[in-house]
């Protein structure tokens, strides 16, 4: 039996790697991406597959990124108390500036799409308080990215406790303050702290119109369930955000919304999900089949499925990994995925080195950091 193991390397070989490196950059200036260095002294080898380590800065810059989160110092201080986080970590999150410019600079980022960090505006119970944070947040947003225009736009944050203040919200956001779209935490608690209000309910049906009106995507982002609504995760409390949680959570919700009919009411609707995915990819095969081998009634037209590939757009925002992306890639097309990092959360050189160096198409590649982008935000 032939033994099994795997290849470190390919050994070098100049012609091929210069070759490789001449038709990238003349892709790569084609869709307006700077290539930094040169054939001989660029570092983005292709043959070096386990590339990880001293990656100099970047060899594609350029790059757009969309979920990218900032706080508002009242909200995040109130929030964080008595957690032990690193003060860099707080100067990162509230900093609209140099901080974040600097760090985009250092991860290849041309263009950010910001959003308030999460539960944001979801998790103010007060339909009111609701209302006028949202309008401060997205204030305090648009006049920062009017500070840097070409290097930051926009995502509004939707006070979604009433459906209808959220959709007068968005459409100032979009009319007004020049935004691209919403991104919403997941669930908003609507009156009580222990309310849990999902968006496929009939309420938000006027809601949706106006988003599909727009023409603008709706970033569905996660949140944590309510400390009421954590038994499966009782003594294992890391479980329940960002680890596990995160996913099952928003993978719940974007399955609500499919399931609801609600893309067959508004067939324009354009939904993004971060973290490749939150696992919806992976599962979506068994979700449709055991519905048909179940003889389950859904309110559905289609397999759930057609609307995960023509509604919703998938970012690889804090999921760094080659056999994921593949996997998206695979049952939506390379067209549907976008580069996303996490900030601050996650790190832009390890997400741009990945990015750079997994193993897809240079077609893909530069469709994922940036030509996407530009075609779903009309950039
Ligand atoms: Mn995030």
Redesign the pocket.
């Known amino acids: 039996m032939a033994k099994v193991y795997m290849k470190q390397s390919a050994p070098e070989n100049p012609i091929t790697r210069r070759n490789f490196i001449e038709l990238a950059s003349a892709t790569l200036a084609s869709a307006g991406f700077a290539a930094k260095g040169n054939a001989e002294t660029s570092s983005r080898d292709p043959h070096s597959a386990a590339f990880v380590g001293d990656f100099d800065a970047s060899s594609l810059h350029g790059k757009i990124a969309l979920?990218?989160?900032f706080a508002l110092a009242e909200v995040f201080d109130h929030n964080h108390a008595g957690k032990n986080l690193p003060p860099a970590f707080r100067s990162q999150i509230l900093d609209l500036d140099e901080i974040r410019l600097a760090e985009m600079d250092r991860g290849g980022l041309e263009l950010c799409i910001l959003?308030l960090?999460?539960p944001g505006i979801q998790g103010v119970p007060d339909t009111s308080e609701a209302i006028s944070l949202a309008r401060r947040a997205n204030d305090h947003l648009a006049q920062n990215i009017a500070k840097n225009p070409k290097r930051f736009r926009g995502f509004a944050a939707l006070p979604m406790q009433d459906p209808q203040a959220a959709a007068q919200e968005l459409t100032r956001c979009v009319r007004e303050l020049g935004f691209v779209g919403a991104l919403v935490n997941g669930f908003s608690q609507v009156g009580a702290a222990d309310s849990v209000v999902y968006y496929d309910l009939p309420q938000y049906r006027p809601f949706w119109a106006t988003v599909q009106d727009l023409d603008v995507p709706f970033y569905l982002?996660?949140r944590r369930p309510l400390e009421t609504g954590m038994r499966a995760y009782e003594g294992h409390a890391w479980l329940a955000g960002?680890p596990w949680g995160f996913a099952v959570e928003t993978s719940i919700h974007a399955l609500r919304l499919m399931g609801s009919g609600l893309f067959d009411e508004y067939p324009r609707l354009k939904i993004i999900l971060?973290?490749l995915g939150e696992g919806i990819p992976h599962g979506i095969w068994r979700t449709d089949n055991r519905i048909y081998r179940g003889s389950i009634s859904l309110k559905t037209q289609r397999p759930l499925a057609s609307y995960l590939r023509e509604n919703c757009y998938i970012t690889t925002?804090?999921n760094f990994r080659t056999q994921a992306l593949t996997n998206v890639i695979l049952e939506i097309g390379a067209d549907r995925v976008l580069y996303?990092v996490?900030y601050p959360?996650e790190d832009v050189v390890e997400a741009q080195t990945w990015l750079d160096h997994c193993a897809i198409s240079d077609a893909d590649r530069i469709k994922i950091a940036r030509g996407n982008a530009q075609k779903l935000f009309h950039l």
Do not use: K, Q, R, V
Request: glycine share 12%.
């Open positions: 979920e990218e989160h959003s960090d999460s982002h996660p960002a971060g973290h925002s804090g996303s996490d959360f």
